[in-house]
């Protein structure tokens, strides 16, 4: 009993038990920091490759090229070299089907609307509700990235999903 009394009034070490708790939320806090930017900084990367991808189609396929899809054989490659061209490599992948191209309008709402396919160009953009306008050629390319937190279970990135995707799209025409 005599024991517990003495130690009760006992500070010393006090301020070392505080340093352990604020030691503890600081490397949880930096673990976390560090996971989200790197996953930022890979989606940024995701994100230009993808835009690198379309400058390269058009940098490819000129307005002599249209429709892309059947007139520009080197389109496809042109892509894959410039969407692997980021730090993040052969890593960054395009996603099946892509690059795709397609004639589009603006429809009355403001968006873009796809209208046809690249064999089958129609002659306006009355699909759209915009008969005034001609269709243009678009190129999109969609890539992803496969994403994995540096600390899973230990940051709140491991929230995050699984791969990163992202879509670029180019007018041509």
């Known amino acids: 009993m005599r024991g517990w009394r003495s130690l009760s009034g006992d500070e010393s070490g006090l ?6 708790f604020i030691v503890v939320i600081l490397a949880f806090s930096l673990l976390n920091v560090s996971d989200i930017a790197v996953f930022m900084f890979d989606k940024i990367q ?3 490759a993808t835009q690198m991808g379309v400058q390269a189609a058009m940098a490819a396929c000129d307005t002599n090229h249209l429709p892309v899809s059947v007139k ?5 490659n042109a892509v894959t070299i410039a969407v692997h061209s980021t730090s993040l490599g052969t890593a960054v992948a395009i996603q099946s089907g892509y690059p795709s191209d397609g004639y589009y309008c603006v429809n009355t709402a403001g968006a873009l609307q796809y209208v046809s396919t690249v064999t089958a160009p129609p002659n ?14 678009y190129v999109q390319v969609q890539t992803t990235y496969p994403y994995a937190p540096i600390f899973p279970g230990l940051s709140v990135a491991s929230a995050f999903p699984a791969a990163i995707t992202a879509t670029s799209w180019v007018r041509l025409s």
């Open 15 to 20: 301020a070392a038990t505080e340093f352990a």
């Open 46 to 48: 995701v994100n230009n």
């Open 72 to 76: 520009c054989p080197g389109m496809n």
């Open 124 to 137: 306006n953009c009355s699909a759209a509700g915009n008969s005034g306008t001609a269709p243009a050629e």
